[in-house]
């Protein structure tokens, strides 16, 4: 089985920093991409950015220049570094990971994600 834990939300302010990380584990054979997504009250869930093995990057327009993501493909690890954090980026940030895995002695390709750890940027 295949888990992902987020670390590293919290309360900051406007103008600040944060970073946040998270660890997938498990039966994985090949990480293929890791994506960060934010959900806030009454909204779905959005794509925030997403990297590739290969280092290959997109971010949503909204945190250009701002958020950084990067990817540790041997310890199967993601960080996403907020920085001029706005009050507009509060939510819950979301991990996934597009992974392939042996799971019931079989091969399969799934999309997996974490439970989510919260941000808040208030003054």
């Known amino acids: 089985q295949v888990q992902l834990v987020e670390s590293g939300g919290g309360l900051v302010q406007p103008g600040g920093s944060l970073l946040l990380s998270c660890a997938a584990s498990?039966?994985?054979?090949?990480?293929?991409?890791m994506g960060w997504y934010r959900q806030t009250a009454g909204n779905q869930r959005e794509l925030v950015t997403r990297?590739?093995?290969?280092?290959?990057?997109n971010y949503t327009d909204s945190v250009k220049g701002r958020f950084t993501i990067s990817i540790d493909n041997a310890k199967k690890v993601v960080t996403l570094q907020m920085k001029s954090l706005k009050p507009a980026d509060t939510g819950v940030y979301y991990c996934?990971?597009?992974?392939?895995?042996?799971?019931?002695?079989?091969?399969?390709?799934?999309?997996?994600w974490g439970r989510g750890t919260p941000v808040t940027v208030s003054s």
């Open positions: 990297i590739t093995t290969d280092g290959s990057a």
């Open positions: 996934n990971a597009d992974c392939t895995f042996w799971s019931d002695h079989t091969i399969q390709r799934d999309i997996i």
């Open positions: 498990g039966n994985i054979l090949h990480l293929n991409a």
